[in-house]
Nanobody
Framework: QVQLVESGGGLVQAGESLRLSCAAS????????MGWFRQAPGKERDFVAR????????NYADSVKGRFTISRDNAKNTVYLQMNSLKPEDTAIYYC??????????????????WGQGTQVTVSS
């Protein structure tokens, strides 16, 4: 089993920035595509961003494009989500997820094999 642990969440004001980290266990992290999803209260878990194993392909949801940046450091078994210009609508629990096979439907929760417990991000206005 692969364990994923998110960190870096917190409470910030609109317009400010936050960086989330996701630390993965195991020796095969570098072979996984990694994604970030978020879930607001009473809402579905929605796609935020995804990066392939070598960082060659990066995808973002339209709602975060231009504001969020996903990156990874395979030597540290860690994926990051830099969130700038945060808005109250970004408030959610943010989840890190791993996809062993880099499937085509990367924007769906079904694409991912492993999930972290999530970290809360709250943006006040």
């Amino acid at each position: 089993q692969v364990q994923l642990v998110e960190s870096g969440g917190g409470l910030v004001q609109a317009g400010e920035s936050l960086r989330l980290s996701c630390a993965a266990s195991g020796r095969t992290f570098s072979s996984y595509a990694m994604g970030w999803f978020r879930q607001a209260p009473g809402k579905e878990r929605d796609f935020v961003a995804r990066i392939t194993s070598s960082g060659g392909v990066i995808n973002y949801a339209d709602s975060v494009k231009g504001r969020f940046t996903i990156s990874r450091d395979n030597a540290k078994n860690t994926v990051y989500l830099q969130m700038n210009s945060l808005k109250p609508e970004d408030t959610a629990i943010y989840y890190c997820a791993a996809d062993r096979f880099a499937v085509y439907n990367y924007y769906t929760v079904q694409a991912y094999d492993y999930w972290g417990q999530g970290t809360q991000v709250t943006v006040s206005s």
